[in-house]
């Protein structure tokens, strides 16, 4: 039996793993705790909308290895609240079962795909072999036929995902174009249910991606969406099509389908009702992180299902599920301020605070200097480095801090 069980190998999972495991080797006690996934890495999610994602991952052997955590090389397909067990498919098709006595769920969420006319030919950056193909699709563009829409690419949602990775696209189809003498041919164009871009990042910045996106020469299409799309066009709701080669789909996200097994109340996303400590409520020793887990911010300010809120979700989750097996109080979720950061491809970026967002200014260069140290430095686990792993995973330590208070 394990001891405290982490389902899910994102940013909430590892630092749950971590979090649980700092406590526990704190009160000097031996219980195991191990993380279940059919992943061996950690994949840098906020950064798969650049080029090359095939990189952005870290091994998970190498981050929690060293800390005596146990990776169980698994899907999780049920979850018996009951029983305390979980089965699980092993790479090979084989069925098991693993009990626990403290459980936290922290399987993600994933891209909600639309159910429209060739929509098996949309592209996402939602995983690791997703935006993989949508890179090795982007390499073939020099190799498809001539005519229309070669070098154009429509996508669909203006949203956070949305505008990264239609502001980086100008630059990777202009690299795949420029030796062929097509980068002018180069097209993208941003297809928008909403009246505006970024109807969620406030008025403040709207500005500023407006003239990113001029800058860019982005196209947009407000006030419709996408409703089917063949091998050479995109067809919109307003009755036009776009020649296109290239679709990407980025609206919506759903909680893991995990979620929908748990006898407890979840919110629109699917995420489970959680107390301020994320223990789910009504049941004894589960918890919920990341974007399982409808836990509050701040007040009247529900979480987002986002890397900045995942890695503090799965601090405060791990602490309190080794803590209730060791009979010490638990700890309440608080996150660090919320912030945003929205990379402009080669326009910029822009960064914003509080949940009013608020423009954050500063010198020239500042927010995209702010998005590199992010997604190069802040978001990164420690490899092979146990003790500063533990360190981190304390969680009274924010993503920015860089000393953490004694434990």
């Known amino acids: 039996m394990i001891d405290v069980l982490v389902l899910g190998g994102g940013f909430a ?30 994949v840098l999610r906020p950064r798969l909308y650049q080029a090359d994602p095939a990189r952005m991952r870290v091994p998970l052997d190498r981050v929690l290895g060293p800390a ?7 899907t999780a397909t049920a979850v018996d609240t009951a029983r305390r067990r979980v089965t699980a498919l092993t790479s090979d098709g084989s069925r098991t079962e693993v009990a626990y006595r403290s459980l936290v769920l922290a399987t993600g969420s994933a891209v909600v795909r639309p159910e429209l006319p060739g929509a098996a030919l949309l592209h996402d950056i939602d ?14 563009l020099p190799e498809a036929p001539a005519g229309p829409g070669r070098w154009t690419a429509v996508v669909a949602g203006a949203g956070f995902t949305g505008l990264e990775i239609a502001t980086e696209l100008v630059g990777r189809l202009r690299t795949r174009a420029a030796p062929y003498g097509a980068a002018d041919e180069v097209r993208v164009v941003l297809v928008e249910r909403a009246a505006v871009v970024g109807a969620g990042l406030g008025a403040a910045a709207r500005p500023v991606i407006t003239r990113a996106l001029d800058t860019l020469g982005i196209e947009r299409r407000l006030g419709t969406t996408v409703t089917g799309l063949d091998a050479r066009s995109v067809h919109l709701a307003d009755g036009s099509t776009v020649p296109a080669r290239t679709a990407v789909w980025t609206a919506g996200m759903r909680a ?3 979620t929908a097994q748990i006898p407890a109340p979840r919110d629109a996303l699917g995420r489970l ?33 986002s890397c900045q809120h995942a890695i503090p979700l799965g601090k405060a989750a791990g602490h309190n599920a080794a803590a209730t097996l060791l009979g010490l109080p638990p700890v309440d979720f608080a996150p660090d301020p919320y912030r945003t950061c929205l990379d402009l491809g080669e326009a910029g970026a822009v960064a914003t605070a509080g949940w009013n967002r608020t423009l954050r200014e500063g010198p020239e260069g500042f927010a995209k200097d702010l998005k590199r140290a992010i997604n190069e430095t802040w978001i990164s686990p420690p490899v092979d480095d146990p003790q500063e792993l533990l360190r981190r995973a304390d969680h009274r330590v924010g993503t920015r801090q860089e000393s953490a208070p004694s434990a």
């Open 13 to 42: 999972g590892l630092w749950s793993a971590a979090a649980a495991t700092r406590l526990l080797r704190a009160q000097g006690s031996a219980r195991s705790v191990a993380l279940l996934t059919p992943h061996p890495d950690l």
């Open 68 to 74: 005596g955590v146990r990776r169980i090389a698994a």
């Open 127 to 140: 995983t690791l072999p997703a935006a993989v193909r949508l890179e090795e699709h982007l390499r073939g």
């Open 256 to 258: 893991s389908a995990l």
């Open 273 to 305: 009702a959680v107390d301020r400590g994320l223990r789910v409520r009504g049941i004894e020793d589960l918890y919920a992180a990341g974007d399982t887990a409808a836990a509050l911010a701040e007040e009247d300010h529900p979480v987002l299902q």
